[in-house]
């Protein structure tokens, strides 16, 4: 009775762990500095990544097939980034989204959002960071928009992005020049 070369290995497979990747945290299942999650058409990274000085690092998303995340679509901590690799993001039991800077051991970013009854934040395959308990959104991503509109983004709050017919050019709130009508068409 002799113990097969395929069976010794569909057995090391079995016992090897398997993590399959994830478009959601949980307040059970947060998200670890090196660890992603990726949409569900792997289209989109959420993950901690540095910009320049590697002593700075930075949560956002990016394109997934972007390994080094150069292109950088949104980022949740632009003003306050965290130090080391031991940061987490996690979800509160009532949903709040909290960026925890391992080093500093105090909360670096946060959704500011409570009151939701078993929620969890997920990575749409659009880009966006949906924070929800059952159908009710209680936060997104896409309201926050950072350098890059991506599309299903809209500007404000039921505002439309129209275009005007007039190039100006403006110094901080003066209008220095401007094609068209001068006189504002009165």
Avoid: C
Avoid at 5 to 16: D, G, R, T, V
Avoid at 65 to 75: Q, S
């Amino acid at each position: 009775m002799g113990i097969n070369l395929h069976s010794i290995l569909l057995l090391f497979f079995n016992l090897l762990p398997f993590s399959a990747p994830t478009d959601t945290i949980t307040p059970s299942q947060p998200l670890p500095d090196g660890q992603l999650l990726i949409s569900v058409a792997g289209t989109f990274s959420l993950g901690f990544f540095t910009a320049g000085d590697p002593t700075k690092r930075y949560v956002g998303v990016w394109y997934a097939n972007d390994l080094h995340a150069t292109k950088v679509l949104w980022v949740a901590n632009r003003k306050t980034p965290v130090s080391g690799t031991d940061s987490v993001l996690s979800l509160t039991a009532d949903g709040n989204l909290t960026l925890l800077d391992g080093a500093a051991g105090k909360p670096s970013w946060s959704t500011n959002t409570s009151g939701l009854n078993n929620p969890s934040l997920k990575l749409l395959k659009s880009g966006n960071i949906v924070l929800a308990a059952g159908s009710t959104i209680s936060w997104q991503s896409f309201d926050f928009p950072t350098d890059v509109l991506l599309p299903g983004m809209e500007i404000g709050y039921r505002l439309k992005l129209t275009a005007s017919p007039d190039m100006v050019v403006w110094n901080k709130s003066t209008s220095e020049y401007r094609t068209g009508p001068w006189d504002d068409g009165s």
